[in-house]
């Protein structure tokens, strides 16, 4: 039985009882009941159990709509706020491995094709940036906690960001411990590819990045 329908028979039977329970009630009274006042009690019973149904239904129904247009607003506020972190972010990561030039979606996707080579040799980091990515990491946690655990964000998108935020983490370990260039460009270029592998799934929120850019949202680049 498809889980749906099996769910929906279930939530069903409180229901169902209900109307039964008047149905019965109302049908035993008219034929057997024969003091007027015990007959308007029994009646008014089982009107209650016919309208019981009614008024949770009613309830149901519309704690569905206002739920799902909470959900919907709470989706929007997160699409709007992983873009506006993932471009800031973005604009980080450029400024790190020394790149130059104009951010749009096409020189974002083409910095995917830097070699960890080529960021390490080009790589500055200050502690300006150390502080840009400590703050990103932690706004990044903070999206992951509020959005995953009121389920606005699928298992999927969690995993994804989990796994930026981790980079994020080893960037900073690495810089600050143990200084090995290398290593520092392979968190570099595995942060890169993870924002671009976001954009690239989901192309509504590649078309509002476009258009983040170019509104000019985000702060000047480094």
Same mark, same amino acid.
């Given at each position: 039985?498809?889980?749906?329908?099996?769910?929906?028979?279930?939530?069903?039977?409180?229901?169902?009882?209900?109307?039964?329970?008047?149905?019965?009630?109302?049908?035993?009274?008219?034929?057997?009941?024969?003091?007027?006042?015990?007959?308007?009690?029994?009646?008014?019973?089982?009107?209650?159990?016919?309208?019981?149904?009614?008024?949770?239904?009613?309830?149901?129904?519309?704690?569905?709509?206002?739920?799902?247009?909470?959900?919907?607003?709470?989706? !929007?506020?997160?699409?709007?706020?992983?873009?506006?972190?993932?471009?800031?972010?973005?604009?980080?990561?450029?400024?790190?491995?020394?790149?130059?030039?104009?951010?749009?979606?096409?020189?974002?996707?083409?910095?995917?094709?830097?070699?960890?080579?080529?960021?390490?040799?080009?790589?500055?980091?200050?502690?300006?940036?150390?502080?840009?990515?400590?703050?990103?990491?932690?706004?990044?946690?903070?999206?992951?906690?509020?959005?995953?655990?009121?389920?606005?964000?699928?298992?999927?998108?969690?995993?994804?960001?989990?796994?930026?935020?981790?980079?994020?983490?080893?960037?900073?370990?690495?810089?600050?411990?143990?200084?090995?260039?290398?290593?520092?460009?392979?968190?570099?270029?595995?942060?890169?590819?993870?924002?671009?592998?976001?954009?690239?799934?989901?192309?509504?929120?590649?078309?509002?990045? !476009? !258009?983040?850019?170019?509104?000019?949202?985000?702060?000047?680049?480094?």
């Amino acid at each position: 039985m498809n889980p749906k329908i099996r769910d929906f028979l279930l939530k069903s039977i409180p229901y169902l009882l209900s109307i039964a329970g008047g149905v019965v009630l109302f049908v035993v009274t008219q034929d057997n009941i024969r003091s007027p006042s015990l007959a308007d009690l029994i009646n008014n019973i089982a009107a209650s159990l016919l309208s019981i149904p009614l008024v949770f239904l009613l309830y149901d129904y519309s704690n569905s709509r206002v739920s799902k247009r909470l959900s919907q607003t709470m989706a !929007q506020n997160m699409a709007d706020k992983v873009n506006l972190l993932l471009m800031n972010l973005t604009i980080l990561m450029r400024h790190v491995a020394g790149v130059r030039g104009k951010l749009t979606l096409e020189s974002l996707n083409r910095m995917d094709e830097l070699t960890v080579s080529r960021i390490a040799k080009n790589m500055k980091i200050g502690a300006t940036d150390v502080a840009d990515l400590r703050k990103y990491r932690d706004e990044l946690d903070d999206l992951i906690y509020k959005y995953g655990r009121a389920n606005i964000i699928s298992v999927d998108r969690v995993q994804e960001l989990s796994a930026m935020a981790r980079d994020l983490s080893h960037l900073i370990n690495e810089h600050k411990f143990y200084s090995n260039r290398k290593i520092t460009a392979k968190y570099i270029a595995s942060i890169i590819t993870r924002i671009t592998d976001w954009l690239d799934s989901d192309a509504e929120m590649a078309l509002h990045f !476009q !258009q983040l850019l170019q509104q000019g949202a985000i702060g000047p680049e480094k």
